[in-house]
């Protein structure tokens, strides 16, 4: 049951799993390498993201009312179901 999670230093994570906690809000700013993440079940109001490389992202079950993903140009897997989202920011590529 985290209620905090700092990754900041583990500058080569590409997987973080951290499904089921208490968690309000993750920065992954530093993480450029992370290429899956799953935090589903927890109780986000936000998510920070830096990561080019990350394919998948898992957030359902949060409390997010916007996800911003315009940096995470390789992201082919996303599943944000049951939040409480009002906006996604994407970059489209064509």
Same mark, same amino acid.
């Given at each position: 049951?985290? %209620?905090?999670?700092?990754? &900041? ?6 997987? #973080?799993?951290?499904?089921?906690? +208490?968690?309000?809000?993750?920065? #992954?700013? +530093? ?11 927890? %109780?986000?109001? &936000? ?7 990350? =394919? ?30 009002? &906006?996604?920011?994407?970059? =489209?590529?064509?």
């Amino acid at each position: 049951k985290l %209620e905090e999670l700092n990754v &900041s230093a583990l500058k080569d994570l590409t997987t #973080l799993t951290c499904m089921g906690n +208490e968690l309000k809000e993750l920065n #992954l700013v +530093e993480n450029n390498k992370l290429k899956t993440l799953n935090c589903t079940g927890n %109780e986000l109001t &936000s998510i920070t993201l830096l990561a080019p490389a990350l =394919i998948t992202l898992d957030c359902r079950g949060n409390s997010l009312a916007k996800l911003d993903v315009t940096h995470e140009t390789a992201l082919e897997k996303l599943n944000c179901a049951n939040n409480q989202l009002r &906006s996604i920011y994407h970059k =489209i590529q064509i």
